[in-house]
C-alpha cells in the first residue's frame, strides 16, 4: 500500500511541475498583450491552477482515508495455518477458520472422485477439470464460502452429491464446482501444500 | 408564503432576528399555508420526523453501553438486555421503531405514488425523498448487524457480497469494505461509526426535503394547484399540527403493543445465536422491510445480472417524475391508474412474502413474474398511460369538491403571485 502512495505522490509533484511549467510558458505568452492591457487570461490561469492544485491536494489527502479501510498488518499476519489431517475418515470433510473464511478438507471416496472425474468439461458452468483442483485426488481442499454472496454450503447435498448452499440455492459437484444455482465460479481453491503426509499448510 | 413581512414584536426579538431570523423561521412554519383538504395519509411526514428522533435519542443511549467488538457485542446487547437498567425497552424501542419508522416511510412513499406528489414542480422533494429511503436502508442494514447474532453476521455476508459482483474490482471492494477476508471485527467497527453518522446524514436531507416542500408548498387529495390561499389553505398552527399529534398518538399505540406485547416478531430468533462463520442458518432472511428487494434478487438467475437489477428495482423510483406522463396528479381523477396503482401495491407486498420464502419451485416463478410486473409498471404502463387514458374533469378548485362551485371563478390571487 505504501507503495501505491508513493506513486500518487509522485503523480502529485508530477502534475504540481506540470502546472508550474504551463503557467510560465503561458505567462510569456500573455505578459504583452496584458502589458497593452487587453486581456485577464494571466489571471483567470491563476486561478484554474489554484483550485486545481486545490483539488489535488484534497485527493491525497482522501487515500490515507479511504486506504485505511483495508486489511490492516495485524490482519494480513494471519496470513497461513497448518492442519493435521491424519483422523480424518474416508468420505468425512473438517471445516477449519483461515483468515476469518471456513475452508472444507475433505476425504474423498472412490465413487466421488470417479464421479468428479467422468464429467464433460462441456456441462460444467465454470469448466475445469478434477486434477486441476486437487493436489492428490483423495483431498479435496476449498474455501467453503459459496461464491454467489458467501454463505457457507452444505456437504453431502444438492442435486450433484457434493454440496450444496441454502441460501439462494446453489448446487456443487463432488469436485466443489458449481453446477446449477446462481453461483457464477466453482468453490475456491485455496494455496495450500502438504508439510508431510498427515498435515497441510493452508495460506 | 404569507404575505406580509414578519417582524417579531419585542425590541429583542427585533434585535435578534435583524441578526439570525430564527424567529422569522419560526414564524414561518408556524403559519405556513396547509390545504384544507389534507387527509390523513398527509400525517406520515410528521410521524417520520418523529421516529427519526425516537431512533437518534434511543441509540445514543444504546451506544453509551454497546461495545463494537466482534468478541464482546454480542455479549453488550444481552448485558443491556439484563443489566443496564430499563435497557430492555431502550433497545425493544430501537428495533422495533426502526421497524415503525419503514412502515411509515413505506405508507409515505405509497401516498405520493397515489396522489402523485412527485409530479412537476415536486421532483426535489422527491428525489430527496429516495435519498432518504436510501440512507435509511443502509442505516437499519448497518444497525442490524451490531448485535452479532447468526442473522445480522449472515446478512453482513450475503449484502456487502453484492459488490462482488462488480466485474474486475469487486474483490477489491469487499476486501476493502470488510478490513480483511471476511466478515469480521473491523467490519463491524466501522459499521457501528457508519450507522452513528448516517441517521444525522438523514436529519439534513428531511430538513433540504422540507425546504423544498415549503417551495411550492404541499400537494392535496385532488391534486390540483391552490387558487386562493387565503380561502384554501389553513395556517400549519394549529390546524395539522394537531391532526398530525392525533395521528402519531394513534401510531403510538401500535408501536407500543409491538414493543409492549411482541418485541420480538418482527425480528429472528436466529439473531439470539452468536454469529458464527463456520454454519450459514438454513434459512436466511433480511428484516421485513428490505424483503421485496431480497425476492427481486434472488429472482433472477445470475450473480451480476440479480444485483444490478435489485439496485434497479430502488434507482427507477428516482426517475418516476419523468417516467409518469401524466398532467394530472391525483389518482382521483385517473380511473386506470389507480387500479394499476392498486395492482402495485400488491405486487410489492407479494415480493415481499416471496422474500421470504425459500427460493424454490411455486416461490421462484411468482416470484420472476411480480419482479417482471414491478419494472413493467414504471418503464411501460406509467408512460403509456399518460398519453392513453381518459382523465376525469378536474375540478376548478380544491375547494370545489367540498363546497360546490360557489368560489370557482374567484380566483384572482394564485400561489404563483404570492
Ligand atoms: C435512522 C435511524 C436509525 C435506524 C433506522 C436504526 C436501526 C437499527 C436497527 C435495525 C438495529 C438493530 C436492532 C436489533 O435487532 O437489536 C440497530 C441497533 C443499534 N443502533 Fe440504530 N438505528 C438508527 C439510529 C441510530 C443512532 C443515531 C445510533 C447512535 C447514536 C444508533 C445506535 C445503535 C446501537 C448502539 C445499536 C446496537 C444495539 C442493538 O442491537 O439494539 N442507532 N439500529
Ligand atoms: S450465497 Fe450461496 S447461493 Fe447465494
Not at chain 2, 454497546?66 to 455479549?75: E, K
Not at chain 2, 425476492?295 to 440479480?306: C, F, T
Request: aromatic share 14%.
Amino acid at each position: 500500500m505504501s507503495s501505491s502512495y508513493a506513486v500518487l505522490t509522485t503523480i502529485i509533484i508530477l502534475l504540481v511541475l506540470f502546472l508550474y511549467l504551463s503557467w510560465v510558458f503561458v505567462s510569456i505568452k500573455v505578459v504583452d498583450k496584458e502589458q497593452k492591457g487587453e486581456t485577464t487570461e494571466r489571471r483567470d490561469f491563476l486561478f484554474t491552477a489554484s483550485y486545481a492544485l486545490g483539488a489535488v491536494g484534497v485527493g491525497v489527502v482522501v487515500w490515507p482515508l479511504i486506504d485505511q479501510m483495508n486489511p490492516d498488518a495485524s490482519v494480513k499476519a494471519l496470513a497461513t495455518t497448518e492442519v493435521d489431517i491424519s483422523k480424518i475418515g474416508l468420505g468425512k470433510t473438517i471445516t477449519v477458520l483461515w483468515r476469518g473464511k471456513p475452508v472444507f478438507i475433505r476425504r474423498r471416496t472412490q465413487e466421488e472422485i470417479s464421479k468428479a472425474k467422468n464429467v464433460q468439461l462441456e456441462e460444467l458452468k465454470d469448466p475445469q477439470k478434477d486434477e486441476d483442483r486437487v493436489k492428490k485426488p483423495e483431498w479435496l481442499i476449498m474455501t467453503g464460502v459459496c461464491t454467489h454472496l458467501g454463505c457457507v454450503p452444505l456437504g453431502d447435498k444438492g442435486d450433484f452429491g457434493g454440496w450444496f448452499c441454502p441460501c439462494h440455492g446453489s448446487h456443487y459437484d463432488t469436485s466443489g464446482r458449481i453446477r446449477k444455482g446462481p453461483a457464477p465460479t466453482n468453490l475456491e481453491i485455496p494455496k495450500y501444500e502438504f508439510v508431510d503426509n498427515n498435515t497441510i499448510k493452508i495460506g | 408564503m404569507s404575505e406580509e413581512k414578519y417582524v417579531p414584536k419585542s425590541k429583542l426579538g427585533q434585535w435578534f432576528d435583524s441578526r439570525l431570523p430564527l424567529l422569522t423561521l419560526a414564524h414561518h412554519i408556524n403559519d405556513y399555508p396547509t390545504p384544507k383538504n389534507l387527509n390523513y395519509w398527509w400525517t406520515f411526514g410528521g410521524i417520520l420526523t418523529f421516529f427519526l428522533i425516537v431512533q437518534i435519542i434511543t441509540g445514543l443511549v444504546l451506544a453509551m453501553h454497546y461495545v463494537a467488538h466482534a468478541d464482546l457485542a454480542f455479549g453488550s446487547v444481552e448485558h443491556i438486555m439484563r443489566d443496564v437498567n430499563y435497557g430492555w425497552l431502550i433497545r425493544y424501542l430501537h428495533a422495533n421503531g426502526s421497524s415503525m419508522f419503514f412502515l411509515a416511510v413505506y405508507i409515505h412513499i405509497f401516498r405520493a405514488l397515489f396522489y402523485g406528489s412527485y409530479k412537476a414542480p415536486r421532483e426535489m422533494i422527491w428525489i430527496i425523498g429516495m435519498l432518504i429511503y436510501m440512507l435509511m436502508m443502509a442505516t437499519a442494514f448497518m444497525g442490524y448487524v451490531l448485535p452479532w447474532g447468526q442473522m445480522s453476521f449472515w446478512a453482513a455476508t450475503v449484502i456487502t457480497n453484492l459488490f462482488s459482483a462488480i466485474p474486475l474490482v469487486g474483490e477489491s471492494i469487499t476486501t476493502w469494505l470488510w478490513g480483511g477476508y471476511a466478515v469480521g471485527s473491523p467490519t463491524l467497527t466501522r459499521f457501528f461509526s457508519l450507522h452513528y453518522l448516517m441517521p444525522f446524514l438523514i436529519f439534513g436531507l428531511v430538513i433540504l426535503h422540507i425546504w423544498a416542500l415549503h417551495i411550492p408548498g404541499n400537494n392535496n387529495p385532488v391534486g390540483i394547484d391552490i387558487k386562493q390561499l387565503s380561502k384554501e389553505t389553513v395556517p400549519f398552527h394549529p390546524y395539522i399540527i394537531i391532526k398530525d399529534l392525533y395521528a402519531l398518538l394513534i401510531f403510538l399505540i401500535i408501536f407500543s403493543g409491538f414493543v409492549f406485547f411482541v418485541p420480538n416478531v418482527l425480528g429472528h430468533p436466529d439473531n439470539y445465536i452468536e454469529a458464527n462463520p463456520m454454519i450459514t442458518p438454513t434459512h436466511i432472511v433480511p428484516e421485513w422491510y428490505l424483503l421485496p428487494f431480497y425476492a427481486i434478487l434472488r429472482s433472477i438467475p445470475d450473480k451480476l445480472g440479480g444485483v444490478v437489477v435489485m439496485f434497479a428495482a430502488v434507482f427507477i423510483l428516482m426517475f418516476l417524475p419523468w417516467l409518469d406522463t401524466s398532467k394530472v396528479r391525483s389518482a382521483v381523477f385517473r380511473p386506470l391508474y389507480k387500479i394499476f396503482f392498486w395492482i402495485l401495491v400488491i405486487d410489492v407486498i407479494v415480493l415481499g412474502y416471496i422474500g421470504a420464502k425459500p427460493p424454490e419451485g411455486m416461490y421462484l416463478i411468482i416470484g420472476r413474474i411480480a419482479t417482471i410486473y414491478y419494472f413493467v409498471h414504471f418503464i411501460l404502463i406509467m408512460p403509456i398511460l399518460g398519453f392513453k387514458e381518459k382523465t376525469k374533469p378536474l375540478p376548478l378548485s380544491i375547494s370545489d369538491p367540498v363546497l360546490g362551485d360557489e368560489d370557482k371563478l374567484s380566483s384572482e390571487k394564485t400561489m404563483n403571485n404570492r
